[in-house]
């Protein structure tokens, strides 16, 4: 019988799914530092983002023959020293696409009217200084008509773009390997369309680009550093649902504060899970914690495809 700890949990259905495949799927979290010792007892790991599966984890657990990463990225785990030990290893890049894709959308509605502002303020201010707040919050601006870079045109940022297109904004993709050329649009009573996406390099789409949104794996370099901010539009507004360390925080808080940049919609963090204060009590942020994912309907998805990936994979073995 295959021992599987899925250590950041999984869905109820996937579990289900395993288990009736035979298998003994463990969900108690083991703290990472517990783990080289812990995890021999088992034969496959999942996990989302809080685990690392690094060289020396594997090295310390010659028993594991699989990692399944519920989720699209795949940076912490060294995926391909895992191979070379005979380890598999797989991800989910397609069931969350449009969960991230919406929280993107969260965000910019968010900034384009001072949401996460007027929220903070409303329970403090709003009985003493409700037209003060009404006048400061009056000049928001509609997303229909502006022009929305996509930086990274995998699912996540595909998925991004068919959202765009439905609420009538233009699109510019940027992509160091494009791979589709149009995508197919789903209008009311079924009716499907297909739209051509416009690429074009990235300091083009960073320039003519209200909003920029940010779909790439991680970085050891920032994606949007302080030179990327100076190519934008003054006032326009920034996005990142992908992995923290893509934007240059610092230049970040300079683009805000200059005025450079009007808001920041960020779902990532350099420092996870102890974000630098001054992103979280910044006015012109939006803020919310590596939730790209987390909606019922995504998690059930990455539950059901994780374990059919899990349960194929063995089966192949037997």
């Known amino acids: ?78 995926v391909e020293y895992a191979k070379e030990k005979g380890v598999a290893v797989y991800n989910t890049p397609a069931a969350s696409s449009a969960s991230v894709a919406e929280l993107v959308f969260g965000h910019l509605f ?100 209200d909003f920029i949104s940010l779909h790439v794996p991680y970085s050891h370099e920032p994606v949007i550093g302080a030179r990327e901010f100076t190519l934008m539009k003054k006032g326009a507004g920034l996005v990142n649902c992908s992995r923290g360390g893509t934007v240059d925080e610092s230049a970040l808080l300079d683009a805000l504060n200059s005025g450079q940049l009007a808001f920041a919609g960020l779902d990532v963090f350099d420092n996870e899970p102890t974000p630098r204060a001054e992103l979280l009590q910044h006015a012109k942020i939006s803020l919310t914690p590596h939730i790209g994912a987390s909606t019922n309907e995504a998690q059930e998805r990455i539950g059901v495809e994780l374990a059919t990936l899990i349960i194929n994979h063995f089966k192949q073995l037997a």
């Open 1 to 78: 019988m295959i021992k599987l700890l899925a250590n950041d949990g999984i869905d109820p259905v996937g579990k289900q799914m395993l288990e009736a495949a035979g298998f003994t799927v463990d969900t108690t979290f083991i703290p990472q530092d517990e783990l080289p010792v812990k995890l021999q007892a088992y034969d496959a790991i999942t996990v989302r983002s809080a685990t690392k599966v690094r060289k020396a984890l594997i090295d310390q657990c010659p028993n594991l023959k699989l990692i399944g990463r519920g989720g699209v990225g795949v940076d912490n785990i060294d």
């Open 110 to 209: 968010t900034g384009v009217r001072f949401l996460q502002d007027a929220n903070r303020k409303m329970p403090v201010e709003g009985d003493t200084k409700f037209n003060d707040l009404k006048k400061a919050y009056a000049k928001g601006i509609e997303l229909r008509g502006k022009t929305i870079g996509i930086l990274g045109f995998g699912r996540i940022g595909r998925e991004t773009a068919k959202i765009a297109y439905g609420l009538g904004m233009e699109v510019l993709a940027f992509d160091v390997h494009p791979s589709v050329t149009e995508l197919e649009l789903v209008l009311g009573g079924g009716v499907k369309v297909n739209v051509p996406v416009q690429y074009t390099e990235k300091d083009e789409v960073i320039a003519k680009s």
